[in-house]
C-alpha cells in the first residue's frame, strides 16, 4: 500500500495560482493512476482531476476544466495539480489518491493521503 504525502496548499486570493504535490512513498505507484480529490465544508468528497499510469490520459472535473492541469513528475512516483485563477469555490481539503487504473481511481481509490488545506478568498 503506498502513503502518499500532499503539499502546497496554502491561503491565496481570487485569481492566484498554487501548485500542489503528491509525493509517493513508493515507485510501484509509477504504474498506477493517480488523482486529486478535494472536501469543502459540509460537502462530499469530489474528484478534481486523474492521470493515468503513464500520463496520456487524464480527467477533469467540469468545475476546473481550463484552469487545473495534473501531471506527473519525471520521478513518476510524484503528481502535481498546477492550479490558475483560483476562485473562493475552490476553497477545499485536497487529497491525492491512487489505484490501478484511471477507471479505479476516479470511482474508488485504494490509496489516500491526508489532505492539504486550500484557502482561497474573495
Known amino acids: 500500500q503506498a502513503q502518499l504525502v500532499e503539499s502546497g496548499g496554502g491561503v491565496v486570493q481570487a485569481g492566484d495560482s498554487l501548485r500542489l504535490s503528491c509525493a509517493a512513498s513508493?515507485?510501484?505507484?509509477?504504474?498506477?493512476?493517480m488523482a486529486w480529490y478535494r472536501q469543502a465544508p459540509g460537502k462530499q468528497r469530489e474528484i478534481v482531476a486523474a492521470?493515468?499510469?503513464?500520463?496520456?490520459?487524464?480527467y477533469y472535473a467540469d468545475s476546473v476544466k481550463g484552469r487545473f492541469t495534473i501531471s506527473r513528475g519525471d520521478a513518476q512516483n510524484t503528481v502535481y495539480l498546477q492550479m490558475n485563477s483560483l476562485k473562493p469555490e475552490d476553497t477545499a481539503i485536497y487529497y491525492c489518491?491512487?489505484?490501478?487504473?484511471?477507471?479505479?481511481?476516479?470511482?474508488?481509490?485504494?490509496?489516500w493521503g491526508q489532505g492539504t488545506q486550500v484557502t482561497v478568498s474573495s
Open positions: 513508493h515507485r510501484t505507484v509509477n504504474h498506477y493512476a
Open positions: 492521470i493515468n499510469a503513464n500520463g496520456v490520459t487524464t
Open positions: 489518491a491512487s489505484a490501478i487504473s484511471i477507471t479505479m481511481v476516479t470511482s474508488t481509490p485504494r490509496d
